[in-house]
Every structure is written in structure tokens, then in C-alpha cells.
């Protein structure tokens, strides 16, 4: 571990956008960093609840584990969010990523202490309910194309850029790992992407995805009752 040198790498994120520079550096400059190796474990089942995870930068998979080997991912954490290890869920780096430490007293003395950093809380917290409930109800009620439908569709705005003519997004997954997530086989995700690659609607890349429509990925994923 190491204490975090750059606080500038905060003051990118929505989180700590908004807040004056000297009381990002009064409560974080002295908090520790991790970094992980893509496929790394970066918490575990019954991990102390000593700090707040914040990821500074990369994307950890949110996920519980059972003893028949299924795996049931609960969400996505992109840089700015953050993470208390009170569940029994299991975190997996899906690329290089960097976590920063903060002490559970200090956050909550910074919630009570800043109420504009508290509000940004709820927030992004608010976004990572949002994306577990999507992959729940996706999960219950949705046929498996249509949840890969709907697993582009939500990677595509969370990039912020889905109103552009063609859209990159960072996957970080193997199909497997997709597979997993959907509650699918990594043959039919495998057969999923070809067929949309062969429409000319996405372009495959190493640890990338490229959307050319948008709106027709939108239009799939949407729920046939809406």
C-alpha cells in the first residue's frame, strides 16, 4: 500500500468534483492506495469493515459466489464509486485498477462535516442501486438476448458520450465473464456479438466495444411492455 501522492486523480471524479481543493486534501491526502492486476481479488467474503473503498480508477466486478461454482454479479464499480465490505460479496478487478482506503470515521465525519460531499454520495450511490437493480430485474425478467441487449445498453451510458455517432466502450470482459453475468453459456454470448458484428451494428476490439447504432441497440434492449 502507499499513501495517495496525487490528488489531482480525486478531482477528476464526479464525486470529489465539486469540492474545494484544500478539504479533498485535508481528508485524503494522508489515505491509503491499492493497485490490483486485472483478474485480481480486491475484496473478499467477510472482509473487515474497516475502510470505504473508493476505486480511483479501472473496474471491479461486484459478485457473490456459491458452492456449485455459479456466480451471480450484483454490479459494476467504475472509477468514483465506492464500496463498503459489510455484504459477503466478492470484488474482482475486471482491469488494472487503483482503490483508495478511507478510514470509516473519516468518511463519516466528512459526510457530516461537508453536506455537498454528502449529497454526491447518495448520488453516485443512487447510480450503483440503479445498475444492481437493472442486472436483478434483467436476470428475473428478460430473455437472454434481451439482456445482452440490455447489458450493452447500460455500458453505453455509463460512458456519458451514447448521444455520438459511434461509441467505445472499455469492456474488460471475457465472454465468459459476460456469460456469467447474463446467466448464459460464453457460446451464446460469443454467437450474440457475431451476429451483431455481422449487421454492422458493433465492432469488436481487445477489451473494447464499438457501437455504430446506438439507437437500434436501444431500441432492442427496451421492453417490449413499454
Known amino acids: 500500500m502507499r499513501i495517495l501522492k496525487k490528488l489531482g486523480d480525486l478531482h477528476g471524479l464526479p464525486l470529489f468534483s465539486q469540492l474545494p481543493e484544500a478539504i479533498v486534501a485535508k481528508y485524503f491526502s494522508h489515505c491509503l492506495t491499492r493497485k490490483y492486476r486485472k483478474k485480481e481479488e480486491v475484496f473478499g467474503s467477510g472482509e473487515p469493515v474497516d475502510y470505504i473503498y473508493l476505486l480511483v480508477s479501472g473496474k471491479i466486478r461486484v459478485y457473490l459466489s456459491y458452492p456449485n461454482g455459479k456466480e451471480f454479479t450484483l454490479t459494476l464499480l467504475q472509477a468514483g464509486d465506492v464500496y463498503s465490505g459489510h455484504t459477503r460479496a466478492?470484488?474482482?478487478?475486471?482491469?488494472?485498477?487503483?482503490?483508495?482506503?478511507?478510514?470509516v470515521e473519516s468518511?463519516?465525519?466528512?459526510?457530516?462535516?461537508?453536506?455537498?460531499?454528502?449529497?454526491?454520495?447518495?448520488s453516485v450511490l443512487g447510480d450503483s442501486l440503479r445498475?444492481?437493480?437493472?442486472?436483478?430485474?434483467?436476470?428475473?425478467?428478460?430473455?437472454?438476448?434481451k439482456r445482452l441487449y440490455h447489458f450493452i445498453y447500460s455500458l453505453a451510458l455509463s460512458t456519458n458520450h451514447h448521444g455520438e455517432s459511434a461509441i467505445q466502450v472499455q469492456l474488460g470482459l471475457t465472454h465468459q465473464q459476460i456469460g456469467t453475468m447474463v446467466d448464459s453459456t460464453r457460446q451464446t454470448v460469443n454467437m450474440f456479438f457475431n451476429n451483431l458484428q455481422k449487421e454492422g451494428i458493433i465492432t469488436m476490439g481487445k477489451d473494447k466495444l464499438i457501437i455504430h447504432d446506438f439507437a437500434i441497440i436501444a431500441e432492442r434492449a427496451r421492453d417490449d411492455s413499454e
Open 90 to 103: 466478492l470484488g474482482q478487478a475486471l482491469a488494472d485498477s487503483e482503490v483508495l482506503l478511507i478510514p
Open 107 to 122: 468518511f463519516r465525519k466528512l459526510l457530516v462535516e461537508v453536506p455537498l460531499f454528502a449529497m454526491n454520495v447518495i
Open 131 to 145: 445498475n444492481s437493480m437493472n442486472i436483478i430485474e434483467s436476470l428475473v425478467f428478460k430473455e437472454v438476448n
